[in-house]
């Protein structure tokens, strides 16, 4: 077999032999990447915590009645509120994460497992911070008890704290570690959504400079 024609093969230079270039990749600002993803957990946190601040404000509390001194009990037409708390404070959750996910998408560097990781983590903490801020505002809205005389009624702040393990923060608002995934549910299937929609196989992303690898950085193509 013989050779190619000479032109293919690469020539001298002005200086002399040319070497081999090196492969050219894309060049990544991990402290920007880094920079932007507490930006979108930091974001996502805060709309969950307005999700909270709502959940708060329009939970229905538990009517209940003093029977004795040091003995209360809740009327059995309130009860269902207990369930009513856990299913709104869920919806508002998937919302919030759903939410969440979709402003963390047009954070366009982040986009791909980046982005995906930093949706849930802001998700769970914002949740977290949710049933927290929430939980005291429905504990203001619902003082329970206190000085009740005999006889009288009363409403409590419904509980989140579901039959499994639960967490208990500063503030004595117990809520079950179960509700935390309602959010980030919300917001990696909402991300996941947004992944299928695009079909460029950048996603969409326009990277800032490349450089040869193991070589000296060069301007963008």
């Keep these: 077999m013989t050779a190619g024609p000479d032109f293919l093969a690469p020539g001298p230079g002005p200086d002399g032999p040319v070497a081999d270039a090196a492969p050219i990749v894309d ?4 402290r920007r990447l880094l920079r932007l993803a507490v930006f979108a957990v930091l974001g996502v946190a805060v709309v969950g915590l307005i999700g909270g601040i709502l959940w708060g404000l ?6 209940g009645v003093v ?11 309130d009860t269902g509120h207990r369930f009513d708390a856990v299913a709104v404070f869920a919806c508002i959750s998937f919302v919030a994460g759903a939410i969440g996910g979709v402003g963390a998408w047009w954070i366009r ?5 980046a982005g995906a990781l930093s949706v849930a983590v802001g998700a769970v903490v914002g949740a977290a911070v ?4 929430g939980g005291l505002i ?23 704290r579901l039959g499994g393990a639960a967490v208990d923060p500063a503030g004595g608002f117990a809520f079950s570690w179960a509700i935390l995934v309602i959010a980030p549910m919300g917001a990696l299937l909402t991300y996941l959504v947004m992944l299928l929609v695009v079909r460029r196989a950048d996603l969409g992303v326009e990277t800032s400079g490349r450089g040869p690898q193991g070589g000296e950085l060069v301007g963008d193509a």
């Design 67 to 77: 029977v004795a001194p040091g003995r209360a009990g809740a009327l059995g037409a």
């Design 138 to 160: 429905a504990g203001a809205r619902h003082p329970g008890v206190g000085d009740t005389a005999v006889g009288q009624f009363f409403t409590s702040a419904p509980s989140l």
């Design 109 to 113: 560097p982040l986009r791909g497992s």
């Design 27 to 30: 060049r990544i600002d991990v």
């Design 58 to 63: 329009v939970v229905p509390g538990v009517t």
């Design 130 to 133: 949710a049933a927290w801020i």
